[in-house]
């Protein structure tokens, strides 16, 4: 693994925790965008070129901005004054190192992992497009399906709502 | 450690992060963000398995990885939605002050 893809990992991460610490909330949407291009980065580096601009296309243009606008929407910069986290948030940090770390031990000591590294494969996107039309063309029209309702619900659910009389 | 134990470790902690952030966060959009997070730490899987895999000929983990990122898409604007509407109801996406299912 080379020095760029431990500077896209490293800022992944920092982005990621960031996203998660910061006070402000628009700080932590920046921190998430930086973390989702790094993310980009590392699959870049790893051959996957379609996935990584798909990830800034979806993720930096799309769910960032998005999640921008809902924190603009509903306005609550959080005060000074009150506690950043959740009460029992000890447990929560223990929860997440445990898994964490039981997870990066089962991988280390997994038989898996060390299989020989095959040669950087070509993908070309034009074989990436000629599967997606071909072989799972049901499960690319079941998303197009997805999305759209999940379109249509997301407006329903935020619609405004007529007083009650 | 190989290259796909590194990018599976790299991938956990990742986890982790969205994790703690998800449980210990008061307010519902953070912690929609720290799922964002554990969704990506879970694409990176998919793509570090096609790259290292016996059969990285085959587009089965890049596949995967493009219909994980749109389910991910529809995820998050519900999820808004749900939270704005929250925000008008009650005016607050302080996830503690959302109790009146508490028995």
């Known amino acids: ?165 | 450690m190989s290259p796909l134990a590194q990018c599976l470790s790299f991938s956990c902690l990742l986890f982790g992060v969205g994790l703690a952030g998800a449980l210990t966060r008061r307010n519902a959009i953070l912690v929609l963000v720290g799922i964002e997070l554990m969704l990506n730490a879970a694409n990176l899987n998919f793509i570090a398995f096609w790259r290292f895999g016996p059969h990285p000929e085959q587009l089965t983990g890049i596949l995967f990885a493009i219909f994980s990122i749109g389910i991910a898409a529809a995820e998050t604007a519900v999820g808004l939605a749900l939270i704005i509407t929250i925000y008008r109801h009650r005016g607050s996406t302080n996830l503690d002050d959302l109790t009146s299912l508490k028995g």
């Open chain 1, 1 to 165: 693994m080379g020095t760029a893809f431990c500077i896209a990992a490293l800022l992944t991460l920092l982005g990621g925790v960031g996203s998660m610490c910061f006070r402000n909330l628009v700080h932590c949407a920046f921190a998430l965008a930086v973390s989702f291009v790094g993310l980009a980065a590392c699959y870049l580096l790893l051959g996957a070129e379609f996935v990584g601009f798909a990830q800034v296309l979806v993720y930096v243009g799309a769910v960032a901005i998005l999640i921008v606008i809902a924190m603009l929407l509903t306005r609550n910069i959080e005060s000074k004054h009150e506690p950043l986290v959740a009460g029992g948030w000890v447990m929560g940090v223990c929860v997440a190192v445990l898994a964490s770390g039981s997870l990066i031990l089962c991988v280390v000591n997994s038989s898996v992992v060390q299989g020989p590294v095959s040669a950087r494969p070509t993908m070309s996107t034009r074989a990436l497009g000629e599967q997606l039309m071909g072989d799972y063309v049901m499960a690319l029209e079941g998303i197009g399906l997805l999305l759209t309702a999940s379109l249509i619900g997301a407006v329903v659910i935020a619609l405004r709502e007529k007083e009650e009389r």
